[in-house]
Every structure is written in structure tokens, then in C-alpha cells.
């Protein structure tokens, strides 16, 4: 697999063009979202992972293979920014969601440590409204015990499905768990795009 960075977008403008399929990946700062990225890309340092939370201030794009767009988006929830930051963050996300023909899905990446708040079912809202495919994603499998793991698997699976999405994987970087089954989901929306 090739893989390589292309850009960073703080605006429109700076967004690839939508020449090819894309796939977004979205969720909380320190879900652990770079860590998936980086794993599923095979790479260990594609996507910069952070001990602090909401580093990633841009949408980040990288070229897979020639064949696809992959798009980092910011990360939410935690990061310690200015209501300001915040909200020209909202509008570049927004501006993102509604411009890009070629977007197959978004990822949606959560801890599985944590139940889903306020801004999963915002943003689950809002890609409903714009009726953009989900791909809900439990990382840090293997930071708790299999029966945890199933018990916030069955309380993640009732959010998602009350939001009319897919059953949530499980995902571990560490292990390498779930990494066929996302590119099986990723795959399969791209073809039916």
C-alpha cells in the first residue's frame, strides 16, 4: 500500500479536488483516532498521534494509493481551544460535510471506554440530516477486559442503531483487531457510492 500526505485544510479552498472517492474519519480528541489511521495505512507515523488532545486544528489529507482520499478531520470534545478556535473549527467541518461529492462515509472513531455524549449525537444528527453513511468504530479494545468489551459494545450498538447506523467493530491498534473488518466496511461504501 502507498500512502502519502497530501495537505493540510483551514479552508475550502484548500481541499483536494474530488477526483476520486474519500473517506472521512471523525471523533473525539484522544479517541485514538490517528493510532487507527496509522494502523490501518500500515504506517507508524502518517497521521500525528498527540499526548494532547485536540492538536489537529485542520483537516489533514492523504492519497491511498492513488485510488483514494482519506481526511483527518479535527478532533472534538476535549480540546482545551478558544471559543473562537472552536467555532472556526465548526465551520471548516461544516463547509467540508456539505461540499464534498466524492465522501463515501465517515468513520465515527470512539473510545470504548466512553459512552456516547452529547456531541456523538450531534454530529450522528447531522450526518443523518445529510445522509452520510457512518461507520461507527469502538477503539482501545484492548484496553479493557472481553466482557467490558461486549458490555460497551451492546450499550454502543443501542446508541448507534437509535441513530440508524451500523453496529459499531471493535478496533485495537496494538492487536491489530477489527483492521480487516473496517477495510471490509470501507471498501463496501466506497462501491456503493
Not at 76 to 86: E, L, N
Not at 165 to 172: K, M, T
Request: hydrophobic share 35%.
Amino acid at each position: 500500500m502507498r500512502v502519502h500526505f497530501i495537505r493540510s485544510a483551514f479552508k475550502r479552498s484548500d481541499f483536494p479536488p474530488q477526483d476520486r472517492p474519500e473517506i472521512a474519519f471523525a471523533g473525539r480528541s484522544n479517541s485514538g483516532k490517528s493510532s487507527l489511521i496509522n494502523t490501518i495505512c500500515k504506517s507508524r507515523s502518517l497521521a500525528r498521534v498527540s499526548s494532547k488532545p485536540g492538536k489537529t486544528r485542520s483537516i489533514n489529507f492523504y492519497d491511498i494509493d492513488g485510488r483514494y482520499y482519506f481526511a483527518d478531520l479535527p478532533g472534538y470534545g476535549f480540546a482545551k481551544v478558544s471559543k473562537g478556535m472552536r467555532e472556526s473549527w465548526r465551520s471548516l467541518i461544516e463547509s467540508y460535510f456539505e461540499g464534498r461529492d466524492n465522501l463515501c462515509a465517515v468513520v465515527l472513531i470512539m473510545d470504548i471506554r466512553r459512552e456516547p455524549e452529547e456531541d456523538e449525537k450531534m454530529l450522528m444528527e447531522y450526518l443523518n440530516y445529510h445522509k452520510l453513511r457512518v461507520i461507527p468504530v469502538l477503539t482501545k479494545k484492548d484496553k479493557v477486559s472481553n466482557n467490558e468489551a461486549r458490555k460497551r459494545q451492546k450499550l454502543a450498538e443501542k446508541f448507534f442503531k437509535d441513530m440508524k447506523a451500523q453496529n459499531p467493530l471493535l478496533f485495537s491498534s496494538r492487536t491489530g483487531e477489527g483492521v480487516k473488518e473496517l477495510w471490509s466496511r470501507i471498501l463496501n461504501s466506497i462501491s456503493k457510492h
